[in-house]
Structure formats: C-alpha cells, structure tokens
C-alpha cells in the first residue's frame, strides 16, 4: 500500500513570496490533516478536511494560509504572502476515517528568508 | 486548554539500557493516547495508542507505554534500546469531545550510544 506522498520535499522562498505544497493521501481515505511543526516543537494542526469539506480550520493563519482539497482526493496548502515565521515542516496525513489513525507523508521543509 | 508536556528535550541511554520517555497530559476529556517517532527527513510513524480497556499498552518496535490517569501520564518504555531507535519520540493526545484532533507534545530527542 503506497503511504501519503508529498511534494516537494524541500523549498527556500524569500519572504513576501508565494508557496504551494501539494499533498496525496492513502487511496481510500477520507480524512485529510495539514500539520506545521517548526523546529523544536511537536506538529500542530492547520486543516483537517473530511471528503472536500473542512471539519477544522481554527488554527489556520487565514490572512495568508489558504488549502483546498478538490474532489476530496488530493489537496494544496498554499502561502500568500510567506512570512520569516513560516519555516517550518509542513506534515500531510490522512486517515480511513474521521477519527481513525493517522498516517504521514515525508514532509515539505520550508524556509523562508 | 488541552496540553501535553515531554518534560525531557534529549535522553541519552547506551545501547541494551532500559528507556522510559515521560508524557504528562491536561485535557478536558476522556483522552485517547499516542506515541509517534520520527526518524531526520521522515514522517512520524505511529508507535502505540490508547484508547480504553486495559492500561499497558504494547507497541511496535518493543515498545510498551501504560496510562495512568491519577497522574495524568502515558510514559513509553522500552527494556533493551537498539540504537536504531535513536530518533525524536512525540507523545499525543486527543478526544472525540474535542473531534479527535491531535495535540502533540514538543518531542524528546533520543541519543544510542554504544
């Protein structure tokens, strides 16, 4: 069974620029989670979508974060303008279900300068 | 507001030692439990969870965590270290009050040496 891929696994912007991750769960899953852990912390939730439809957004910096998940497959998180504050590994993780366990790709290592 | 402290940043323990990662938890709900490792440039790999029923729980890997909810606590431990469980260790906790989103602890860096 092929794991959550994402891509790119590495980007360096400079700030005020635009970014876009891209993410594809475990065929079959319906829940999706877009996490950022920076350096020294544990992953916190950005998103979650269940199917296309966003279950959680709270902690999501809506001014300049935005994620979609089109047809509830695969899904973009995107940055509008990057801040310094930005750098960070953003996680991708999907589950059979809403509540079920969680399964992560590789990570998208961000750096703004 | 739900948190999870790992109190140890790094651990450092030579290869055939005994491990135990600390976890201690507040949470305004009946908690479900998660360890995860995650190995440079990897996503984290569910190691154990706890949901309800029996308290010590078994893992992959050999490890073992047991929750104690007087204390609040769900520490991971492992008899005899390998050095390739040399990685960062994060203890999470959620609840279906809270819809089983996951907050994570700020992780514990284990060092092997032999």
């Known amino acids: 069974e092929a794991g959550v891929a994402q891509s790119p696994r590495y980007k360096i912007i400079e700030k005020r620029q635009s970014v876009a991750f891209w993410c594809n769960p475990i065929?079959?899953?319906?829940?999706l989670y877009w996490y950022q852990q920076i350096l020294g912390q544990g992953p916190k939730l950005l998103i979650q979508?269940?199917?296309?439809?966003?279950?959680?957004d709270s902690q999501l910096p809506k001014d300049r974060f935005s994620a979609e998940r089109l047809k509830g497959v695969d899904s973009t998180l995107k940055i509008q303008p990057a801040k310094l504050e930005d750098s960070a590994v953003y996680l991708c993780?999907?589950?059979?279900?809403?509540?079920?366990?969680?399964?992560f790709g590789p990570g998208t290592r961000l750096t703004v300068l | 507001a739900q948190s999870v402290t790992q109190p140890d940043i790094h651990i450092t323990v030579s290869e055939g030692a005994s491990l135990e990662l600390r976890c201690n938890y507040s949470?305004?709900?009946?908690?479900?439990l998660f360890w995860y490792v995650q190995s440079p440039g990897q996503g984290l790999q569910l190691l154990l969870k706890?949901?309800?029923?029996?308290?010590l729980v078994q893992g992959i890997k050999g490890f073992e965590a047991e929750f104690k909810r007087s204390q609040s606590s769900f520490n991971l431990r492992k008899p005899s270290v390998h050095w390739s469980d040399a990685a960062e260790y994060f203890c999470?906790?959620?609840?279906?009050?809270?819809?089983?989103?996951?907050?994570f602890g700020a992780g514990t860096i284990l060092r092997v040496k032999s």
């Open positions: 065929s079959g899953h319906a829940t």
């Open positions: 993780a999907s589950s059979l279900d809403f509540g079920g366990e969680q399964f």
């Open positions: 999470a906790v959620g609840a279906r009050e809270y819809g089983n989103k996951l907050v």
């Open positions: 706890y949901f309800s029923g029996d308290t």
């Open positions: 979508f269940q199917n296309n439809g966003v279950v959680d």
């Open positions: 949470y305004g709900a009946t908690p479900y």
